[in-house]
């Protein structure tokens, strides 16, 4: 093989290396990516580090914004109001763990097949989780779900051209108040004393426990002491407070002011007292809810420490906020005389 000969089979060789690396672009990034290998890679080592999370969707609109404050974790959009850490902690964990099946497109116009665009577009139907550790903080589409729908999801990192398939299910679809402490109170009936309801008609149910082994309830106020009480709807009032969960929350400013429909008082048998002052807005309902120790209650009840404990932490977690709560637990203790009365055979006639 002549000079001349040797010169051009190196330029060819040449222009097809430059041609080969030219199409790789998109990919180079990715030379050290495998399956297997943990798609925001650092992060489980950095689990007890990770002091914020913000979760955007199409038209780069803020779903919910959780940050770490101190010992505990609070919804940015919702005035700080404390969030469920068991809730983060589980989102936290699934990306720390989740890792790469598979190396999918990097064609931004093959995107939206698998959900990755950039939530920058309106058209975009994926989740942006950013997440901040230390000096890191990742972005992370989570886009659609993969062939294992419950198992996998297709992903993109926002500082990459290639989506992945991992192998997390990776939930996120969700609104601001998915992220909210549900929980408010947890008062079971045989706790309960007594429980005063007063309407916004000036109406009023007295009901009392019979302190019995089954704490059974009566009303102390009927205007006929012969007529029949149904027992259910006396329970419903009593177990009201057993699990009693929000739905949304603001804070008595954002609320303004509303003529409540209904003040009812449970009495317990710690001598603690639960107070809650009850609205409807259009069909929504809201409380705002207080904690004494009652005025009835013996100096012994005054002075344990265990019921000033209990009436603190209610006050910690509810003062100054109004919350929205499901329409049955607002009917469970909005009742008056008639609506717990049996209906006789004289008003069937």
């Known amino acids: 093989m002549n000079t001349k000969s040797l010169l051009v089979l190196l330029i060819l060789v040449a222009v ?33 580090d990770v002091d914020s999370l913000q979760f955007t969707e199409a ?23 404390p969030a469920e850490i068991a809730k983060i902690r589980s989102i936290v964990l699934s990306l720390a763990e989740a890792k790469i099946l598979e190396q999918k497109t990097s064609n931004s116009e093959l ?60 939930d996120v679809q969700y609104e601001v108040t998915h992220w909210l402490r549900k929980d408010l109170l947890s008062v079971e009936p045989a706790e309960v004393a007594a429980v005063s309801i007063e309407l916004a008609d000036g109406s009023k149910l007295e009901i009392q426990n019979d302190n019995t082994e089954e704490s059974k309830f009566l009303v102390t106020n009927l205007s006929d002491p012969d007529s ?71 100096d012994a009840a005054s002075s344990n420490e265990d019921v000033q404990e209990f009436v603190q932490e209610i006050q910690n977690k509810t003062k100054n906020w109004i919350f929205k709560i499901p329409n049955v637990s607002y009917d469970s203790m909005y009742k008056s005389e008639q609506d717990v009365l049996a209906i006789t055979e004289d008003q069937l006639n």
């Open 228 to 298: 029949q009480v149904i027992d259910a709807e006396l329970h419903q009032v009593t177990n009201a407070l057993s699990s009693f969960q929000l739905l949304d929350v603001k804070t008595q400013a954002e609320f303004g002011e509303v003529e409540p429909t209904m003040m009812i008082e449970y009495e317990l048998n710690s001598g603690a007292n639960i107070s809650l002052t009850a609205f409807k807005v259009s069909d929504e309902h809201f409380v705002s809810i207080d904690a004494s120790v009652g005025e009835s209650s013996n």
């Open 16 to 48: 097809g290396v430059a041609a080969y690396m030219f199409s790789q672009g998109d990919s180079r990034i990715n030379a050290t990516e495998k399956v297997g290998s943990p798609i925001l890679p650092g992060l489980f080592a950095a689990l007890n």
């Open 111 to 170: 995107y939206s097949k698998l959900g990755v665009d950039s939530i920058e577009l309106d058209t975009a139907e994926g989740i942006q989780v950013s997440i901040r550790y230390g000096d890191q903080n990742p972005a992370l589409i989570v886009g659609k779900p993969g062939p294992q729908i419950n198992k996998n999801r297709y992903v993109r990192r926002t500082d990459d051209a290639t989506s992945w398939l991992v192998d997390r299910k990776l």
């Open 59 to 81: 038209g780069s609109k803020v779903l919910a914004t959780l940050q770490r404050q101190d010992d505990k974790w609070v919804v940015a959009e919702r005035n700080n109001f």
